[in-house]
């Protein structure tokens, strides 16, 4: 079975950078992100409508072509995390994370005994269809390969932001700034951005340690650049959305500033 290269190159302390799948789906989306240059790919479940059967299809195509693909489920919860994982998932980006306990939860699901109770399946992308070797040796290397972050989205999952980040299981810290903000009820004021830095430093520092990985979404390249000084390794940059609509919108300005011809 090939191993996560994500997770072998953060665990070297090399920073990754990505992107978002909010849009599309088609799976020639990986190979386009990989030729790129980017390291990974962040596929969301929570505020699409991408299919399970799609992400199957997504999971299998980032496998074969040894390019990352990290998922957002709709819920960070047993029944999303065992489908996801069992469909050839290796990196899953938890939201909502409110509690040590949904934490534990949430590495109970993704681990096979004895780090977790992981629910065992049958042969599949999730092994890579290999049946060799004994299931023992399986379930170890299955449980070397997971990688979970988990978001931080509001206030309160911060009283146990020590617990969480200590957490063996747990792989990456980080925040969902616009829940947050919400949360902390600062969404569109001008303290926004310096509140959110605040908690994203909490983040940084609780990762660094715990000896976890501080996960960012970044604006900006000079965002990036800041928070990689800072020490965080997972950065992820932008989305095809946003790519999309940028490049559409250059293009409209352009063309729409050609003049019609005098003859």
């Not at 990985?213 to 020490?231: F, I, M, Y």
Request: glycine content about 8%.
């Amino acid at each position: 079975m090939n191993e996560n290269l994500l997770k072998q190159a953060l665990s070297r302390s090399h920073a990754q950078m990505g992107a978002w799948i909010n849009m599309v789906h088609n799976p020639g989306i990986l190979p386009l992100m990989k030729s790129a240059g980017l390291d990974f790919a962040r596929l969301d479940m929570e505020h699409t409508g991408v299919s399970i059967e799609t992400v199957a299809t997504l999971a299998l195509v980032a496998r074969s072509i040894n390019f990352p693909l990290a998922v957002r489920p709709p819920v960070a919860n047993r029944e999303w995390i065992t489908r996801l994982l069992d469909i050839g998932v290796w990196n899953l980006h938890c939201p909502q994370v409110e509690s040590a306990a949904h934490a534990r939860e949430i590495v109970q699901a993704s681990r096979f005994s004895p780090l977790g109770l992981r629910g065992h399946g049958y042969p599949g992308p999730a092994t890579d269809f290999d049946i060799g070797g004994s299931v023992a040796e399986r379930r170890t290397f299955a449980n070397a390969q997971v990688f979970v972050t988990v978001m931080f989205e509001t206030a309160a999952a911060f009283e146990d932001l020590e617990e969480i980040a200590a957490l063996e299981g747990i792989d990456a810290l980080t925040i969902g700034p616009a829940d947050l903000a919400q949360d902390l009820g600062v969404f569109g004021q001008p303290s926004q951005n310096t509140v959110l830095a605040e908690k994203q430093e909490l983040i940084l520092a609780a990762a660094k340690r715990h000896g976890k990985v501080g996960a960012v979404l970044c604006a900006t390249p000079g965002e990036a650049g800041l928070w990689r000084d800072k020490g965080a390794l997972l950065l992820a940059c932008s989305s095809d959305a946003m790519i999309l609509q940028q490049g559409f919108s250059r293009i409209a300005d352009e063309f729409g500033r050609v003049q019609p011809s005098q003859e």
